[in-house]
């Protein structure tokens, strides 16, 4: 007799366990510090530190903040031959940038598409001496390197490489950094490989704030001496993910998950810059990536929206996911806020969202339905704060 016929209760199911928080190798230096540790793609990571969100962003604007971003990927694609442009070659059927012409010691930013055109995701990508480097986004990074091994030919191995990704940002993280490397001569997007404090780093002068800065990889029992090196800088406050958010939304750089997915193309998320001559019409190696044909074609003929900048009108944020509106009282949505929030350095909301290509104009107005009213907002230009980059 079964123990349902004796009368036993059913077994219940056990709920579902999710899965323990991966640690970066930062995470013992963020308790010390007194950081708020919050789940974020499958990680505990800072949103922010006692100083609170609006003093890391204003003294990273003013001074420098250091980031943590060790929970992002960093993909080595390595060819057999050991030319990198092998590597590079392969890498452009699968993202619509010009590889070939990248010089060794530098990096460009890029997207990763599909036969859609729809972005999977957004990257940079650095060469250096017989091979490419790919840091990738850490929501997208093992689904992006199984996409690279399905794609690539044999002859490029694709690998995640562990290690320490630290984000330094600033109009005074050249001078921090300066005191450990030879690096003050490196302009925006230059790539090196460096020694720090006897480790083996890669640096590069990038970052996703709109200020000048640095990231760079480093050995993974390595990377909280180097931080804490960095932070025993009065210059240098240690940054969350709050206030990394707002100065990126202040710089107009779009977040892959909210402001561009597998649903949003190059042109209408306004990155057809990223696109270079070579691999447009009429280009060296025109087309020949994955969703070629409709990326050029909105690239010729224009898209049917376009993300913009959006300033609302009054004090109140305006969230990502409301629905946006060309009149103030009918007609139904045209569009949406993809990213949204207050913008310490402007000292004012600021947002990011798509509106029809007709309304791009900057200050059209638009509404945002925010809780069953519907608001003024003022299109914009990107950025909402000029970028510091160093470029000459």
């Not at 963020?30 to 974020?40: D, E, I, Q, S, T």
């Not at 940038?97 to 990763?112: F, I, T």
């Not at 230059?190 to 704030?209: F, K, Q």
């Amino acid at each position: 007799m079964s123990p349902l016929a004796a009368g036993a209760s059913p077994p219940v199911a056990a709920a579902p366990e999710h899965p323990p928080l991966a640690r970066t190798p930062l995470h013992a230096l963020h308790l010390r510090h007194g950081a708020k540790m919050v789940p974020f793609a499958g990680y505990a990571m800072p949103v922010q530190y006692p100083a609170g969100l609006m003093t890391e962003h204003r003294h990273t604007r003013a001074s420098a903040g250091l980031f943590d971003v060790s929970h992002m990927g960093q993909i080595v694609l390595t060819p057999r031959s050991g030319d990198a442009d092998d590597a590079a070659r392969a890498l452009e059927a699968l993202i619509p940038v010009d590889l070939l012409g990248l010089p060794e010691g530098r990096q460009r930013y890029g997207l990763l598409t599909d036969a859609k055109g729809g972005i999977l995701d957004d990257l940079m990508v650095a060469r250096l001496p017989g091979r490419l480097v790919v840091v990738v986004n850490a929501a997208n990074k093992a689904a992006d390197l199984a996409h690279l091994r399905k794609n690539l030919p044999e002859h490029v191995a694709a690998e995640l490489v562990p290690g320490g990704l630290i984000a330094l940002q600033g109009p005074r993280a050249a001078s921090v950094l300066g005191r450990f490397a030879d690096i003050e001569s490196m302009r925006f997007m230059d790539v090196r490989e460096v020694a720090i404090l006897g480790a083996p780093c890669l640096v590069s002068r990038s970052g996703y704030t709109g200020e000048d800065g640095f990231e760079i990889a480093v050995p993974e029992e390595r990377a909280e001496e180097i931080a804490e090196a960095l932070l025993a800088d009065a210059a240098v406050l240690p940054v969350g993910l709050g206030a990394r958010d707002s100065l990126r939304l202040e710089a107009g750089l779009p977040l892959h998950g909210a402001d561009i997915d597998p649903g949003t193309g190059p042109v209408e998320a306004g990155l057809a810059w990223a696109i270079a001559p070579a691999r447009r019409p009429g280009g060296a190696r025109a087309g020949g990536f994955l969703g070629a044909d409709r990326i050029l074609s909105e690239l010729a003929s224009g898209p049917a929206r376009r993300r913009v900048g959006l300033r609302p009108e009054g004090r109140a944020p305006v969230r990502a996911g409301a629905p946006l509106f060309g009149e103030e009282s009918a007609g139904g949505p045209i569009g949406h806020v993809t990213s949204g929030g207050f913008g310490p350095s402007v000292g004012a909301p600021v947002a990011m969202g798509f509106v029809p290509t007709a309304l791009t104009a900057p200050g059209t107005r638009v509404f945002a339905e925010v809780r069953g009213a519907r608001l003024p907002l003022a299109v914009a230009t990107l950025p909402f704060v000029p970028a510091g980059f160093k470029r000459g």
